[in-house]
T-cell receptor, first 119, second 111 residues
Framework: DTAVSQTPKYLVTQMGNDKSIKCEQN?????MYWYKQDSKKFLKIMFS???????INETVPNRFSPKSPDKAHLNLHINSLELGDSAVYFC??????????????????FGPGTRLTVL | KNQVEQSPQSLIILEGKNCTLQ??????????LRWYKQDTGRGPVSLTI?????NTKSNGRYTATLDADTKQSSLHITASQLSDSASYIC??????????FGAGTRLTVKP
């Protein structure tokens, strides 16, 4: 009955490889997100996505790409992994009330995280 | 400089005691302020969300306050329990794609 799930929980890989992290939500939400939490525990949003709009944080390298096969899934694909990509990646979802706008009070539900280690 | 500053960085209290965590921000314009609880090795869990028109919101033993004029928020935890041990993260946003996260306060509740 997990609301937001991610796989794998741990991912260890070599520099230069391509990898994907999967995320699924069973809450019926229309918006999903990917966050990166670095070693200093700062969370930074990478992407927010619903079936109408993808918003990309401009600081995210284009080696990172979200892929959404359907409304309940938002996978994160990473090409040419680098050492600095090592972090914990969190998926989240929320139900956005009405139009996207300046006043947002939707609750985000986070997944358990995927710890990526690039060697 | 981070636009969301939290204090203290870490805090240790005895079980049953109250505590208050602080969040000061410079994010502008302001849409909402959120407090999250993050247990070690887990994803953040939302505690409260406040817009500029709200100055207090409670969720069980957690009470958040917001002063939009001074750009300060606090999270008060009443009658702390061992399970309150976690990081508490303040998030201020102008919009969903402009969320600024604080570094968090690491709370340890000891028996």
């Amino acid at each position: 009955d997990t609301a937001v799930s991610q796989t794998p929980k741990y991912l260890v890989t070599q520099m230069g490889n391509d990898k994907s992290i999967k995320c699924e939500q069973n809450l019926g939400h229309d918006t999903m997100y990917w966050y990166k939490q670095d070693s200093k525990k700062f969370l930074k949003i990478m992407f927010s996505y619903n079936n109408k709009e993808l918003i990309i944080n401009e600081t995210v390298p284009n080696r990172f790409s979200p892929k959404s096969p359907d409304k309940a899934h938002l996978n994160l694909h990473i090409n040419s992994l680098e050492l600095g990509d090592s972090a914990v990646y969190f998926c989240a979802s929320s139900q956005v009330p009405g139009q996207w706008g300046p006043v947002r009070t939707d609750t985000q539900y986070f997944g358990p995280g995927t710890r990526l280690t690039v060697l | 400089k981070n636009q969301v500053e939290q204090s203290p960085q870490s805090l240790i209290i005895l079980e049953g005691k109250n505590c208050t965590l602080q969040c000061n921000y410079t994010v502008s314009p302001f849409s909402n302020l959120r407090w999250y609880k993050q247990d070690t090795g887990r994803g953040p869990v939302s505690l409260t969300i406040m817009t500029f028109s709200e100055n207090t919101k409670s969720n069980g033993r957690y009470t958040a306050t917001l002063d939009a004029d001074t750009k300060q928020s606090s999270l008060h935890i009443t009658a702390s329990q061992l399970s309150d041990s976690a990081s508490y993260i303040c998030v201020v946003s102008a919009d969903i794609d402009d969320m600024r996260f604080g570094a968090g306060t690491r709370l340890t509740v000891k028996p």
